[in-house]
């Protein structure tokens, strides 16, 4: 009877809030009950199916541009700009190629590795600019498959500047880009989303605009997904253009490229470099304050407003890309603006996610790198599922390896001298440590008046949700509960809470307590005692750096302590404390100590024998309340501890 | 780093309520996080591991003895009792093997088949006795490898009777118990656990008592795992016997087999089969009193509790074996006042788990079999792994046939007369259809004066849990909203609940509310105008028969709506609301109509045509509210439905 039967959906009605319908099954979805629930759409799909969905459902997007810099610490810093421009919500970003910077090497500041670290670590979806002239047939083989290795799965196909002055075409060679996307469609089949470049003006080394229409219906028919355009002066440029391409039947995505003008000298370079010519009524603004910066980026804030909000009123506008130059405050104002830039971003879970494609099922993450979660993806960049099957299985090697963990994007931000002056030019004992650490959480200055902004265990300032917990912690802390990573306890808050909330809207999510800390043997001993009065109630993992581990978890089974409820899907548990995996954490935990901290002194000091005592001699500590609904009894747990030994 | 380092747990303290202790990992565990979390120990072990844990405890515990009955509605009659038996919570039952019988055969009397509904539809732990006097080599083999391939785990391996009077060896065939346990070791290596039969008084055909344990060494030297004693009358008998035993190196576990005395002529009939003598001081109470079975049975029970408190203060004695002779009440009463009838029995789950070695990790199943577990675990019988991959996945056939629903243990237990009285001699319209659905709801007697208890939805009498809703639900269903399956809303009751509680204590078990039912179209229609005032909050599924479906289910992901959070583990959802096996269960719902109800009218007859009518133009609707910790909305959405419909 069952086979019968078909088992389709006649009449539908679709859930506004996914704007996914029932009718018909996606053979490509995991069919699996251990897959992600689709709690994010954004995450199942590429990137040129996004920008459908989002034009179809009437969501203006933005996008944007930057180029790899030149040095490490410009390298770091962009990618820390990454990280809070990609809290706006760009729909991608893209980074460029310089033939000239090796842009397919491994070094930290190559094109390649700039947008690896984009997708994997900052979980942009991003595309990659490649070109193509002057470079063999096997160079770009190799630069493909190393980016799509890599997890980057757009490319921005571009010829490149001749090397000389006068253009000569190589037989057999690449010599346009429409010969790259056609060796991306051949040797990659559909894999890459592929973007080509439009000229609204005309190429300036185009016979004439209409043969470069030509060129450009050349290469989006060659396999080419959607265009993005060279910057233009005004809106009717672009819209002209566009109608002129619609005529010769280019019907995929065309977005236009804005260029906030943020400067003089970066304007004359631009024009420069792109032979455009500036209209003589910006000029007639600009020429007389040419010196006032201030006044420049305000008027081109003005200007590229204006000139958006004429392309977006048109109808025929869905994304705007911008070129940022690597700079955040110009194209920022001009998005806020717009309202584009989303102000509250909606989390899909409590932690960043990860582009790669590999990533994208990822639903579960130990809690214990929550702070450092670049070194988590790092360290678990080999696995080939998430979530996998090395949860509860201490066999298996599962997490990477320690040994590059100063990784440049891995590192602190903060020289030497900086750290120096946050966590003392001389330690004088263990309680000078307490100190750094109570100041940390407390955001006072130390007693030379610095703060202490960062902590070997801590990629970045205090979490929002920490400071529910501030008070107890600095009392803890003073006194030799060194605490590095803590939540509270929710019993069912919205998902849409601005503190705690993730996931989609009409859902409710849950944490139990949580509290992980270093502290001297002797406070284990009492803190052992205590433990005994809470074991039901408390799971305890006890461990020090050589390994020797005390708890009272069953079976090595991990124990969720985030978990979220929404309507019509399953259960999320986004955060476990994972008993396996904390020792491998454990690893990282100590080793922080010694390569974050002790090394900042001489050997043989009395600075770097403190921290050494510390790492040989503390045990790591963390403790769940299981009983999310009552009051929160951890500090409980330390203040009888404190008390018994006092 | 991480890989020189032990990741062994030097110290550990285990948690009490488990049991279990972090130290060292178990190779056989699953290490996925899709498994199961260990929830319930049991499921997990065999029989003889879970003997030496209770043993190990200090957990007393018993089993339950039955023999195959002789009709097929004896036979339905017996499984209730597995069912009703089952809730005392014995360590496992045994079935026996009567040769006469065609104990192997696929007929629903047979012992392989008894016992096969034992382990797989009721979830007992079950020993399958055999016995392997006149029968071949082959047949053995192939009893052994069905039983496997039905999931049965342990076997009871005797010799069996002798066919005449006397007793003839067969060369080369099996004379003896110990010839198959050894073939039962040499065939099937370690997969089942074994158990021999041991006579504390000898056995009547042993040359003496000591030959009668040397062969009993042999047994379980040739692979037996433990031993259950023939029946005695004495105490001392038992502990003498166990005493010998373990003088002659028999260290495994050894079961007293307790007889209740239910009847002077049962009694009799026992003693004669085993030829055993029943002791002067028992005599000298039956005799005067053999035509009063109350006052027998009360005797009975009297003696055994005394022998069986006897044998648990000798400190020897871990378990108890009952022969109950396929009856409940003396039985359930020597446990009661033993103290080993779990009164309040723990559900590792919300639905019970069946014994299946390939269903142990079984942790989720669709809420619309909730009161159909058999027929769910018929129809899931082929399925790999559980939970497997289907719950995304509409192309796969996962579901099994519906043609043989009418399998014995399926259908009701009722006779066509009963049903009639309960459902109706004659239909006269729907409205009498709606009767016997709030019948059945508020347990009052029907017009003619008979309470109906059962529907063809429902294998058993109304849950508890349904009982809190009862008030509304007799409200809907008087106007036309005939309920099949609901559960109420529920946020974070404590895991020992005793109504809707489930898994280890310590825990928190939550629900969303649940309402099934069928209705006319009409009712539908003005339905779905109310659900679009509850759109974002209340998920639905409305199908016909033909298979028309409307749907606001996002991308056909199931809806958790059952779960619980419990120390030290991940989030168990064991019940969904599962669009697609919603659409199987719909055409089993559907056809219950005409296969349980229709057929019990002649064809043509107004009575049939009636429930014909509501077969092909009523929709089968469930209905999920979200919003677990509100107050339920399900009862508003009805209660506007009809307001609009006024």
């Not at 006044?295 to 109808?315: N, T």
């Not at 809470?497 to 043997?521: C, H, M, N, R």
């Not at 006890?542 to 259960?571: C, H, S, Y």
């Amino acid at each position: 009877m069952v086979n019968e039967t078909q088992h389709t959906c006649s009449t539908s009605s679709s859930s506004k809030s996914d704007g996914g319908s029932s009718s018909g099954s996606e053979s490509s979805k995991d069919s699996s009950r251990c897959s992600t629930p689709v709690l994010d759409a954004d995450r199942h799909e590429r990137l040129r199916e996004k920008m459908r969905r989002r034009q179809d459902s009437g969501d203006k997007w933005f996008s944007l541009e930057f180029f790899p810099p030149r040095t490490a610490n410009a390298a770091v810093n962009l990618i820390s700009r990454f990280d809070r421009m990609g809290a706006g919500g760009p729909l991608f970003i893209d980074v460029t190629w310089h033939p000239a910077g090796d842009p397919g090497s491994d070094k930290e500041t190559s094109s390649m590795i700039i947008a690896n670290t984009a997708v994997n670590y900052c979980g942009l979806e991003t595309i990659l600019h490649m070109t193509c002239c002057n470079q063999t047939k096997d160079d770009i083989t190799g630069h493909l498959q190393k980016a799509k290795r890599l997890g980057l799965k757009n490319i921005m196909a571009l010829r490149g500047d001749p090397v000389g002055e006068e253009w000569e075409e190589e037989v057999d060679g690449f010599n346009y880009a429409v010969d790259l996307v056609k060796h991306i469609r051949n040797e990659f089949d559909d894999y890459f989303d592929v973007c080509v470049a439009g000229y609204p003006k005309g190429h300036p080394e185009a016979e004439s605009y209409e043969a470069d229409l030509r060129h450009l219906k050349d290469k989006v028919f060659a396999g080419a997904d959607f265009i993005i355009t060279q910057l233009f002066f005004r809106a009717e440029t672009f819209l002209k253009f566009m109608k002129d391409c619609q005529a010769i039947g280019i019907t995929c995505p065309i977005i236009p490229g804005i260029f906030p003008i943020q400067g003089y000298h970066s304007l004359r370079q631009l024009v420069k470099l792109s032979k455009l010519e500036v209209p003589q009524e910006i000029k007639d603004v600009i020429e007389p304050i040419k010196d006032n910066d201030a006044a420049i980026r305000s008027y081109g804030v003005e200007l590229a407003v204006s000139m958006c909000r004429d392309l977006l009123d048109s109808g025929m506008v869905h994304g705007l890309h911008f070129y940022t130059l690597n700079r955040e405050v110009a194209t920022t104002e001009v998005l806020k603006r717009l309202g584009l830039w989303k102000e509250d971003p909606r989390r899909p879970l409590p932690w960043a996610v990860s582009a790669h494609p590999k990533r994208r099922v990822e639903d579960v993450r130990p809690i214990f790198w929550a702070s450092r979660p670049k070194s988590y993806i790092y360290r678990t960049q080999e696995w080939d599922d998430f979530p996998n099957g090395r949860w509860g299985n201490s066999s298996s090697p599962a997490f990477g390896e320690l040994k590059d963990y100063y990784l440049f994007y891995l590192k602190s931000k903060s020289p030497r001298e900086e750290l120096l002056k946050m966590w003392g030019e001389e330690l004088t004992g263990e309680e000078s440590v307490f100190e750094v650490f109570t100041c940390y959480i407390t955001g006072e200055p130390n007693k030379n008046g610095y703060k202490v902004t960062c902590m070997p265990w801590n990629d970045d300032p205090l979490a929002t949700e920490t400071n529910l917990l501030k008070e107890q912690l600095e009392k803890v802390n003073r006194r030799g509960i060194l605490t590095i990573n803590s939540q509270p306890n929710i019993n069912g808050k919205p998902s849409t809470d601005p503190i705690v909330g993730w996931g989609p809207s009409g859902g409710y999510v849950f944490q139990k307590a949580y509290l992980e800390f270093f502290t001297s043997s002797e406070i284990v001993t009492a803190l052992l005692k205590v433990l005994k009065k809470y074991e039901s109630r408390v799971n305890y993992h006890i461990v020090n750096v050589k390994g020797q581990n005390i708890t009272n978890a069953p079976d090595l089974q991990p124990n969720a302590v985030t978990w979220g409820i929404f309507p019509g899907r399953e259960i999320i548990q986004p955060t476990v404390v994972d008993p396996v995996s904390f020792l491998y954490w454990k690893d990282e935990a100590f080793a922080l100590w010694i390569e974050q901290w002790a090394k900042l002194y001489e050997e043989e000091s009395p600075s770097r024998m403190i921290i050494q005592y510390i790492h040989d001699n503390y045990y790591l500590v963390n403790l769940v309340d299981n009983d999310f609904p009552l009051e929160n009894c951890l500090w409980q747990v330390v203040d009888d501890t404190f008390e018994l030994l006092n």
